[in-house]
């Protein structure tokens, strides 16, 4: 059964509850003022007062068990939905976490060059060959024969434009 569910029905059940103990207190209020009406005084013959022999310990604990159950189907109907966001924030989390230990297990695979470029494409995807020189520090004829190589490996891909190239990751990390 889901927390909704249980709310609304944990909600229901603290309502009557609280109805039924309220109901009881009205009818004992009415019953004690008959008495008194017909006696004329709250008075018993012994000279006990029916007002202070009265015990209301049963109507505070099923009071307090009544709100006791309100507010818990409260806190089942309000806060479910952040249970939910919490929950795919960790999802979407891991699986960041996944996508980064993947691109670390394939870095192992590539020597220096090829690191400082994937590197850079990961954090800049369709980055330009010119920039991606920049970035590297890493000569454009040299670049040019690296890029080969991690295309042929099929790790990125390279895109015409204009009069220069985008280098894009090829790998879904």
């Given amino acids: 059964m889901d927390n909704k569910k249980l ?8 309502v009557l509850i609280a109805g039924v103990i309220y109901a009881v207190k009205l009818q004992e ?44 189907s409260l806190y089942l109907l309000l806060f479910e939905r952040s249970q939910k966001e919490i929950i795919s924030t960790l999802e979407k989390q891991k699986h960041i976490q996944v996508g980064d230990e993947k691109f670390d297990i394939l870095l192992k695979g590539l020597d220096e060059e090829e690191k400082k470029i994937m590197k850079a494409v990961k954090e800049q995807d369709g980055i330009e060959q010119h920039t991606l020189s920049l970035r590297t520090d890493i000569h454009k004829s040299k670049l040019s024969i690296v890029l080969d190589g991690l295309e042929k490996k099929g790790l990125i891909a390279r895109k015409e434009k204009g009069k220069t190239k985008e280098v894009f990751l090829k790998i879904n990390i």
Avoid: H, M, P
């Fill in 7 to 14: 709310g609304i029905i944990l909600l229901v059940a603290a």
């Fill in 29 to 72: 209020d009415k019953l004690l003022e008959n008495v008194v009406e017909q006696q004329g005084s709250c008075y018993l013959e012994d000279g006990t007062c029916l007002y202070e022999e009265r015990d209301f310990t049963l109507y505070i604990v099923g009071w307090v068990f009544s709100a006791a159950l309100g507010a818990l």
